[in-house]
């Protein structure tokens, strides 16, 4: 299983950007999606996720201004993120967890900052 996340990048706060996330399988096939984030200096956190029935959960922190949201046609799974703050840089990693294993992206970064 292949992730590949992009779409980061330079954004003012208050902006707005999508996240992608390309798998190389069925994500149908996958138990739970997410997105995860790093910041500097700070651990990995969960910022939402997407069990293949649809249901989702969100980070306290991203509540009303993040959607996780899927393709299942294209293998794609994305991130829109709204009214950015400046504690949301970091860089962003797809997660995609089915039967005990865990498949990882390479992180994209989202710097926010005027």
């Known amino acids: 299983v292949q992730l590949q996340a992009s779409g980061g990048g330079l954004v003012q706060p208050g902006g707005s950007l999508r996240l992608s996330c390309s798998a190389s399988?069925?994500?149908?096939?996958?138990?739970?999606m997410g997105w995860y984030r790093q910041a500097p200096g700070k651990q990995r956190e969960l910022v939402a996720m997407?069990?293949?029935?649809?249901?989702?959960n969100y980070a306290d922190s991203v509540k009303g201004r993040f959607t996780i949201a899927r393709d299942i046609a294209k293998n794609t799974m994305y991130l829109r993120m709204n009214s950015l703050k400046s504690e949301d840089t970091a860089v962003y990693y797809c997660?995609?967890?089915?039967?005990?294993?865990?498949?990882w992206g390479k992180g994209t970064l989202v710097t926010v900052s005027s």
């Open positions: 997660n995609a967890y089915r039967s005990g294993e865990d498949y």
């Open positions: 997407l069990s293949n029935l649809g249901s989702t």
């Open positions: 399988v069925d994500i149908f096939s996958m138990n739970i």
